[in-house]
């Protein structure tokens, strides 16, 4: 039978609903820490809605939680609480929830999100949460229904707020489920449940919930001595997470000025000779950390690089943390004080996750049935759509470029991959992807589409294609820090040795792909020596192994002109799978199968620094000048 509202709200429950019967002691006790892995990585709370998000703390204090998130049968715009001072955690926590399509605010150690107001969109966020990899509690505060039965059964049990007549009254409801009906542990006093309505989870905030009832009135003086230690306490802890607050704020400048230090190193680190000992590299952004901070009062500064790698082959960290620690104690309550900040230098190619932040199409855009797409896209699609026409086959264009924010929503709704690609991934969002109808015209498509420059990259999808003819064999030269050459993209910078300016032209127009490109890669590979031979066995001044030069039909690397041409014809095969030319920059350096399993720049730092290198120098920086106004400085944690 199925349950449409199976329960209200534990406030409104009666006495007289008698309890469901039990075969062993009784239930209602202090819930203990859940012994299974899996069941503690989700709790579900019922509660009232006025008591939604204080609920929510107490359990997330109880089972060591970072994510709450709210159902409460409204607009979930308004349940979102207001924002807070939020603890590094937190904020990572939220960064993660956001990523999954919901409303999500970082408020003291945790991180609150509203669900969706349809039951069955509220569940399908609470599964993508599930995958996020921390604690996640869910509390349900308004009327639901049956969407959300599988989801508890699956918990097999459940923690509500409320009177002994509450809980009575759920554990009736929910026996038939054979879901436990459990109390919620409370606040262990006043302070704690300012601290809990803060965000301030620990477990010393919570315990027993013995009930309030039978409770006498306190005495005058009772209760003016309990307020004047609510108000030093709230004070105490004002003040604490004031000082935390400033040693953030330091932290943050401490990492920007070492991923400063480290921009203007980085062509030294990474040029070809390099200037500058990967040590060296080091120290100088830990020395500008540890000065920056001390300027600001904090002497305890640690600098790290998370993303270790070879330094022989790559230039150096990209990603550098500065982390300080301490705790302090307000009325015997223990606070956190340590903070951490990490800023990355961010190469002029979208990684995924920049990618899903906002790298899309921005340029003009023109419309076929109303639908938006790149102009060149527009032209082919003309053409294909001309010679659908002669014989016989109408063409609809149904789906053109959409942003990322419009991906996300679609992404929110039918959360599977295989059917809508996160934000990010989709090449819709670079404006050369057409979903085209209608289904009587896929036949027609698959095989005349092709010589349009139109390719089908998922087999299963015989309604989407992509132009990917010379698609990216140039680079905008718009940017952070870009200085736009006056010659056209294809153009030879002055740079480029007399004696090889002849055959990367010829390659470039057999080819069709940029010059610039293929110049900057022989920069880049082989400083245009045509007998260099790298330590892992690459040869000539393309700098090919033994085997891709056999696949390629290159019998002698060494030969300058013909490695030129074997470079541009599989740039050519790979532009053409990618459709970026820095995933084929990226395939070239790493691998077709480390960039197709992904759809990105693998995280591999001589990868990075090369498409970085390279991309910077299409753009018009000088490499015998410098090019680190190439990179950006953000802070990402």
Not at 41 to 67: F, K, M, N, Y
Not at 413 to 421: D, K, S, T
Not at 517 to 541: H, K, N, T
Not at 596 to 622: K, L, S
Request: aromatic share 4%.
């Amino acid at each position: 039978m199925t349950v449409r509202r199976l329960f209200l709200r534990p406030g409104d429950a009666r006495d007289a609903v008698p309890p469901a019967r039990t075969d062993g002691p009784s239930r209602d006790r202090a819930l203990p820490e859940a012994a299974d892995p899996e069941r503690s990585t989700l709790t579900l709370v019922l509660a009232r809605p006025d008591r939604a998000a204080l609920a929510g703390a107490q359990a997330a204090a109880a089972r060591g939680a970072e994510i709450v998130a709210c159902w409460t049968g409204a607009d979930p715009g308004t349940t979102s609480p207001e924002t807070r001072v939020a603890a590094a955690g937190a904020r990572r926590a939220a960064r993660a929830a956001a990523a999954c399509g919901v409303e999500v605010t970082a408020r003291g150690r945790l991180a609150h999100v509203a669900l969706p107001g349809d039951d069955a969109q509220a569940v399908a966020a609470i599964a993508r949460l599930r995958d996020v990899g921390v604690g996640l509690v869910v509390v349900l505060a308004g009327p639901w229904g049956a969407p959300f039965v599988p989801l508890l059964e699956q918990r097999r049990e459940v923690l509500v707020d409320g009177s002994d007549a509450a809980r009575r009254a759920c554990r009736a409801a929910m026996a038939r489920h054979a879901i436990d009906v459990r109390p919620l542990p409370g606040a262990a006093g006043p302070v704690s449940r300012a601290l809990l309505r803060g965000g301030w989870t620990a477990r010393a905030c919570v315990g027993a919930d013995e009930g309030e009832a039978g409770q006498a009135l306190p005495l005058l003086v009772s209760g003016l001595l309990v307020v004047l230690l609510v108000v030093g306490a709230l004070g105490g802890v004002a003040a604490a997470m004031g000082s935390r607050e400033d040693r953030q704020r330091t932290v943050d400048l401490a990492a920007l000025a070492a991923a400063d230090r480290m921009r203007a190193d980085w062509p030294d680190r990474a040029g070809v000779p390099a200037r500058l000992s990967p040590d060296a590299y080091r120290r100088r952004a830990v020395a500008a950390a540890a000065a920056t901070a001390a300027r600001n009062g904090l002497d305890d500064v640690r600098v790290d690089f998370p993303d270790a790698g070879d330094a022989a082959t790559d230039g150096g960290p990209l990603v550098v943390r500065v982390r300080a620690g301490g705790r302090t104690l307000v009325h015997g309550v223990s606070f956190d004080r340590s903070v951490s900040a990490t800023a990355e230098l961010t190469p002029p190619a979208p990684t995924l996750e920049e990618a899903a932040a906002g790298a899309e199409y921005d340029g003009a855009l023109a419309r076929r049935d109303g639908q938006p797409m790149r102009p060149d896209v527009a032209q082919a699609y003309d053409r294909l759509a001309r010679a659908a026409s002669r014989d016989g086959v109408p063409l609809t264009v149904v789906s053109g470029f959409r942003s990322n924010a419009e991906q996300a929503r679609l992404f929110a709704a039918n959360p599977n991959p295989r059917m809508v690609a996160p934000p990010g991934r989709s090449n819709h969002r670079l404006g050369i992807a057409l979903d085209l109808g209608p289904a009587a015209s896929y036949g027609w498509l698959a095989a005349n589409a092709p010589r349009f420059g139109f390719v089908k990259p998922m087999a299963w999808e015989p309604w989407h294609w992509e132009l990917r003819r010379a698609v990216g064999s140039t680079v905008e030269t718009r940017g952070p820090g870009a200085r736009p050459r006056p010659a056209s993209a294809g153009a030879l910078p002055g740079w480029v040795p007399a004696a090889y300016r002849d055959a990367l032209r010829a390659a470039s127009i057999r080819h069709q792909v940029s010059a610039a490109l293929l110049a900057a890669q022989l920069r880049q590979e082989s400083g245009f020596d045509p007998r260099a031979v790298s330590p892992a066995g690459a040869r000539g001044i393309a700098q090919f192994m033994p085997a891709t030069a056999r696949a390629m039909g290159l019998r002698d690397p060494f030969d300058p002109e013909r490695a030129i041409d074997a470079q541009a014809r599989l740039m050519r095969g790979l532009l053409r799978r990618f459709g970026s030319v820095q995933l084929a920059l990226a395939a070239y350096n790493a691998g077709e199968g480390a960039v197709g399993r992904c759809n990105c720049i693998p995280p591999y730092r001589e990868t990075q620094h090369y498409v970085a290198v390279i991309v910077a120098m299409m753009r018009g920086h000088d490499p015998t000048g410098g090019f680190a106004d190439a990179l950006a400085i953000r802070l990402i944690a």
